[in-house]
């Protein structure tokens, strides 16, 4: 092929490629992929979905980028799209960093490589308010960038002051909980004798302080149950099942289980069906599965943490506190008991929701979770 064959096939294209530049693109969600060697783990940065047209907040802007490991968790799926559509609803340019990986570690190099973009705004750190953050909330004040993270609680002074929090009072929704829980264990004729359980997906600050606040409630309503000490369930639901199983058949009599964490729902109804037996069980959030399985009866409730508002109101905040609006270090938000008579609000979020869910990459050992039809 002559020189000059070869210059006019690369003009070509060249104008093709400028006139699809210039052309209206068709709405659709990108999908961006940064592979981060050290730590073997993808990092995945998903463009907001947006299902019709919506103004462009005003002020400065830029990307406010929600950071998240266990992204394949049905719980996590639900607060990133949660953050999505607050976002939405603020005319925000967000997009989600995630990694499907467990580890602190992928965790870290995920919340690095949003760091390290030059479009970002600020950032929803879900961390679990964990102290490796500390130098990363740092960077990002140095960076001129806010930080918000929901669902979690520490003192503040703990991070730098760019950083600010939203979430529920842990220690204070126990005590309804407990006392929900005892009026039917004494309705049941169970409120005399027997011990109850208390799992926890890991240690961190909320669940640890919600178990001990739960224990303490629960000593107040039902004095006359012993309260065991508290045994992590962890998050592949095959282990926490049997952990709960190993509960259930070292302490035959317990007549109750609290989970503190999304999958004890499933945990305690799993480990009902292996045992055959019966147990007031209340676990966090209101997934596809925790309500069904509180509708059908097989647990008696799910605490209703305030996924959605926590989440879209981190982007409210975010919006805010880029644009110099002074906002309380922690804003607090109500989490009810749901029981079988109040699940109809929570289905609505879902139905909602679920649709925009992606398909799991799990890792080795973790089930693929499928939205709800």
Request: hydrophobic share 45%; net charge negative.
């Amino acid at each position: 092929m002559s020189r000059k064959v070869l210059l006019q096939i690369v003009g070509a294209i060249s104008l093709l490629a400028l006139l699809a530049a210039c052309a209206t693109p068709t709405p659709q969600v990108i999908v961006q992929t940064q592979i981060v060697p050290q730590v073997e783990t993808q990092v995945v940065v998903q463009t907001q979905i947006v299902n019709a047209a919506v103004p462009t907040a005003t002020g400065k802007n830029g990307v406010f980028y929600g950071i998240w490991n266990t992204a394949w968790h049905p719980v996590h799926q639900l607060m990133q799209q949660s953050f999505l559509d607050g976002c939405r609803k603020e005319g925000l340019r967000c997009q989600l960093a995630t990694t499907d990986e467990q580890t602190a570690e992928a965790w870290v190099a995920t919340a690095k490589a949003a760091l390290a973009r030059s479009d970002a705004g600020g950032f929803l750190m879900y961390s679990g308010a964990n102290p490796i953050i500390k130098p990363l909330v740092q960077q990002a004040k140095d960076q001129g960038q806010p930080v918000v993270e929901p669902h979690f609680h520490v003192p503040e002074g703990t991070f730098a002051d760019n950083y600010v929090e939203i979430s529920e009072d842990v220690a204070a929704i126990t005590d309804p909980v407990a006392q929900g829980m005892c009026a039917e264990l004494k309705k049941e004729g169970k409120d005399q004798a027997g011990s109850v359980a208390i799992t926890e997906n890991n240690h961190n600050p909320t669940e640890d302080t919600m178990a001990a606040a739960f224990k303490a409630a629960m000593n107040k309503y039902c004095p006359n149950l012993k309260v065991l000490d508290v045994v992590m369930e962890g998050a592949e639901p095959t282990a926490a099942i049997a952990a709960a199983v190993g509960i259930i058949q070292a302490n035959p009599d317990i007549v109750a289980g609290f989970s503190t964490t999304g999958g004890g729902p499933t945990t305690w109804a799993g480990a009902q069906d292996q045992t055959g037996k019966k147990v007031v069980a209340v676990g966090m959030d209101y997934t596809q599965v925790n309500l069904d399985l509180v509708k059908s009866g097989k647990v008696f409730g799910i605490v209703a943490q305030p996924i959605y508002d926590e989440m879209s109101g981190a982007a409210d905040l975010l919006y805010k506190m880029a644009n110099g609006t002074k906002v309380p270090y922690w804003t607090v938000l109500p989490a009810p008991l749901v029981t079988a008579a109040d699940v109809g609000p929570y289905y609505d979020i879902l139905n909602k929701l679920s649709p925009l869910f992606r398909a799991s990459i799990s890792p080795v050992g973790i089930p693929t979770f499928t939205p709800a039809p």
